[in-house]
Nanobody, 124 residues
């Protein structure tokens, strides 16, 4: 079992920055590829950014490239999402998820563990 707890969400204005954190406990964090997903009201949950388990590769959806950066600290069992130049369309519930594999996947069903989510609201 892996327990994931997100933090760092909040209400900000357009153009502001936030850093989300996901603290992992349980099994070895470094054994999992990690992803940040988001779900806006009335929309499907989507992968925003992902990182392979040894930190060598990462991926971001086109909508956030150049604004969001994913990183991980395997020694500290923590996943991060630095979000800059936030836009109202970034408003969503953000989840971290762990996949028992080297590579990330865009499919929700490929992830084994999920956090409860942290709300990000961006006002215009």
């Amino acid at each position: 079992q892996v327990q994931l707890v997100e933090s760092g969400g909040g209400l900000v204005q357009a153009g502001d920055s936030l850093r989300l954190s996901c603290a992992a406990s349980g099994r070895t964090f470094g054994n999992y590829a990690m992803g940040w997903f988001r779900q806006a009201p009335g929309k499907e949950r989507e992968l925003v950014a992902g990182i392979v388990r040894d930190d060598r590769e990462s991926w971001q959806v086109d909508a956030v490239k150049g604004r969001f950066a994913i990183s991980r600290d395997n020694a500290d069992n923590t996943l991060y999402l630095q979000m800059n130049s936030l836009k109202p369309e970034d408003t969503a519930l953000y989840y971290c998820a762990a996949r028992s594999a080297y590579y990330i996947s865009r499919r929700i069903s490929d992830y084994n563990y999920w956090g409860q989510g942290t709300q990000v609201t961006v006002s215009s």
